[in-house]
């Protein structure tokens, strides 16, 4: 095996979305979906030894942090979106909440996605 090939990844993600949705052909489908949140980085400003820098990158930061979806310097990545059928969803008894972690897991050709810690 080549000393850069991995042969598992994974990865935590939160479960940002529970949507009841139609298909296209007109099945209804349970759409889940799970995103990361990660760090906002700070806003590039070309010329940042400048003096008008220093006092345009605090303001640019501020009303960035003060936007829908970035607050706290933070951004939710999506990561992972699963639909299964109503039947499908109605199989599961122990159903996921929105805000739960599951953990994702590629390995030897396959998908695991289970309960986070």
Do not use: C
Request: no cysteine; glycine share 8%; net charge negative.
């Amino acid at each position: 095996m080549h000393p850069l090939v991995v042969s598992k990844v994974s990865f935590k993600a939160m479960i940002t979305n529970i949507t009841l949705i139609d298909s296209p052909s007109g099945e209804k489908l349970v759409k889940i979906d799970l995103s990361e949140e990660r760090e906002m980085p700070g806003p590039v400003v070309m010329g940042q030894g400048s003096e008008l820098a220093r006092e345009v990158v605090p303001v640019v930061s501020q009303i960035l942090r003060s936007m829908p979806g970035f607050s706290g310097g933070r951004i939710r990545v999506p990561r992972l979106t699963i639909y299964l059928s109503e039947d499908e969803w109605d199989k599961i008894l122990d159903k996921p909440n929105i805000g739960e972690y599951l953990e994702v897991v590629f390995e030897d050709k396959k998908i695991q996605v289970r309960g986070g810690d």
